[in-house]
């Protein structure tokens, strides 16, 4: 394998990699509040169909990505009001929402758009473009450093730089921040946070906030950045993979950010490289379709090691009289 397939191969990861990024940090703030929430695939599924619609008809790619954070906040604040307010099981919570996103994007799209389930395919203006960071073209001669800023580090959009600046930011928020020791304490111990006088109910729903809208970015990239328009149940699986990478990241940002580049980098390997001839015998394309998800589960059942969630993650909490 040459540099430039390497590169190429790394340059794959980085766009794949970038919404299981963007869901896996919606998770950690969501769950390090004390919200567990398997909801995150059907967020990102109704964000991808309402950015994709929503460009469709306007041509404006801004306005379709307003419209997947609306609609993935709106799920968010569905989640908040039966988990927080009405203290109901989360996790049924979560998985109504992943059902109801699933039914209601086709059905809309196909009542839309008459495509079966689809949306028209984006151009111009309404998808994401390629960004050229300076120099990139006059650098991209020189050997490694060069070709590495042209080809990895330079063209990606807008909402790649901006997955990859959250993970700083979440560091930061998270453990430089009172509103952040606010909410990792509301994730550990609820109740000394309301004798404080912190509301836990408003960090909650906060945390569920940033959740959504985190999901309604990732959402809004798959289907005017990463492809160019809605197609049926297009997050495949990446809500749930976001979540297994969560859990191997042990609820840090760094290491969400490793955690995510790993699953990316395994996608990418199976993307690139089908129908792998091992000395007469093919490798089934649908093996290395699979390869990703069965890998998944190999790490987070060897490798992971004890992660130890949030102490009252799942746990509703009621304010003592």
């Given amino acids: 394998m040459d540099f430039a397939t390497v590169l190429q191969v790394f340059d794959s990861t980085v766009r794949l990699a970038t919404p299981l990024l963007l869901a896996c940090l919606a998770g950690l703030y969501s769950e390090r509040a004390g919200i567990f929430d398997i909801g995150l695939e059907g967020k990102m599924l109704a964000a991808a169909f309402f950015s994709g619609a929503v460009a469709a008809v306007t041509g404006s790619v801004w306005l379709g990505l307003l419209a997947g954070i609306a609609a993935s906040m709106a799920l968010s604040g569905i989640h908040g009001l ?32 008459q495509q079966g389930g689809r949306t028209p395919s984006l151009v111009g203006g309404a998808r994401f473009s390629p960004i050229e960071l300076p120099f990139a073209e006059a650098v991209k001669d020189v050997p490694i450093i060069g070709q590495t800023y042209y080809q990895l ?8 730089y901006i997955a990859f600046a959250m993970v700083p930011l979440t560091w930061w928020l ?19 946070v309301d004798t404080a006088g912190v509301s836990v109910i408003g960090i909650r729903y906060a945390a569920v906030a940033i959740c959504g809208l985190l999901c ?3 959402g809004a990239y798959l289907a005017t950045a990463l492809q160019a328009g809605f197609v049926k149940d297009m997050t495949a ?4 993979i976001a979540l297994a990478a969560l859990i191997f990241a042990k609820w840090r940002p760094w290491y969400a950010l490793s955690s995510t580049l790993l699953f990316g980098f395994l996608q990418a390997i199976a993307l690139r490289y089908q129908n792998i001839d091992l000395g007469g015998f093919v490798v089934p394309v649908q093996f290395m379709d699979a390869l990703p998800y069965i890998l998944t589960v190999v790490i987070l059942a060897g490798f992971v090691g004890k992660a130890i969630p949030p102490r009252a993650g799942g746990e509703p909490y009621a304010k003592e009289r």
């Fill in 82 to 113: 039966a988990s927080i307010t009405f203290r109901g099981n989360q996790l049924i919570s979560g998985v109504a929402i992943n059902f109801l996103a699933a039914g209601l994007t086709v059905v809309i799209a196909q009542d839309w758009f």
């Fill in 153 to 160: 580090i330079s063209g990606h959009t807008a909402l790649v």
């Fill in 174 to 192: 998270l453990f430089r921040t009172r509103f952040g020791l606010r909410l990792r304490a509301v994730g550990e111990n609820p109740a000394a």
């Fill in 216 to 218: 309604g970015i990732a």
């Fill in 237 to 240: 699986g990446r809500g749930y």
